[in-house]
């Protein structure tokens, strides 16, 4: 049974930053292209971008530049450093393999806010 963790979130001020984990646990983590995905209320899941098994890395442009993706196979953890931290990236965020999507977590909350 494929079941997945993502913490990591909170509250932070406009500029700052955090360091989402996500752990999931029943695949072949080392051999998935894992994604971090956000929500807001009301809206589509949007891909923030993701992270080849090799650690080849792609993010959206909305985040590009700000947020960075990166991976643990032994661990099999997979990180998102979000830097400069603006109000719009405020979101439920979560992680998914790209090409053989499991079941969505819980996913963590991140609040920008002053």
């Known amino acids: 049974q494929v079941q997945v963790a993502e913490f990591g979130g909170g509250l932070v001020q406009p500029g700052g930053s955090l360091t989402l984990s996500c752990v999931p646990s029943?695949?072949?983590?080392?051999?998935?292209?894992m994604a971090w995905y956000r929500q807001v209320p009301g809206k589509e899941r949007e891909r923030v971008g993701f992270i080849g098994p090799r650690g080849a890395t792609s993010e959206a442009p909305s985040v590009k530049g700000r947020f960075s993706i990166s991976r643990d196979n032994v661990k099999n953890t997979v990180f998102l450093q979000m830097n400069n931290l603006k109000p719009e990236d405020t979101a439920v965020y979560y992680c998914?393999?790209?090409?053989?999507?499991?079941?969505w977590g819980q996913g963590t909350q991140v609040i920008v806010s002053s």
């Open positions: 998914n393999s790209l090409e053989k999507p499991f079941p």
């Open positions: 029943g695949i072949a983590f080392e051999n998935q292209v």
